[in-house]
């Protein structure tokens, strides 16, 4: 991979975190392919090759009916978030220009006059695919270390 393709993989994983960290939720899905994979998975069950995930969505219009229930259905106490992302590891490019990257993350959480705390950690295991808007994500499994995550998950990783 060349230095310009590396850096806009680099710049999706940050776009992606900025779009999330300024709760801009319509943006979310944007990010993805029509027909993709998003997965957010426990540790233990990725290794032991379990296939329930805490979230589980097969395409973009999955994506989109959750940014609906963020936004009118769900009733939670509000907080900010903050992403912290590595930069990719690129595992393997297809020959179709496919890419296979990881990212370890952390996700900070602050609720309205409370002080930040470490939300969840872990990694994406991320498919990203060329297309004519850009590079988009095909699949992104997110493992998160934790076999624990506070009360409810609300907003995307």
């Known amino acids: 991979m060349d230095l310009h393709n590396y850096f806009e993989l680099g710049q999706l994983y940050a776009r992606y975190a900025s779009a999330l960290d300024a709760a801009d939720w319509e943006a979310w899905p944007d990010f993805f392919t029509e027909d993709c994979v998003y997965r957010l998975q426990p540790r233990e ?27 009118e259905t769900l009733f939670h106490d509000p ?64 493992v998160y270390d934790s076999e624990m995550i506070p009360n409810s998950l609300i907003y995307p990783i």
């Not at 900010?80 to 496919?98: E, K």
């Open 79 to 142: 907080y900010y978030q903050r992403h912290v992302v590595a930069a990719p590891l690129v595992r393997r490019i297809d020959a179709d220009g496919r890419i296979h990257a990881e990212a370890n993350y952390a996700v900070f959480r602050t609720r309205l006059s409370k002080e930040s705390t470490v939300f969840n950690v872990g990694r994406t295991i991320d498919e990203v695919v060329p297309t004519p808007q850009g590079l988009k994500f095909a699949s992104r499994l997110v």
């Open 45 to 71: 069950n990725h290794e032991r090759a379990f296939p329930l995930a805490t979230l589980a969505f097969d395409s973009k219009g999955m994506l989109k009916d959750r940014v609906y229930g963020i936004r």
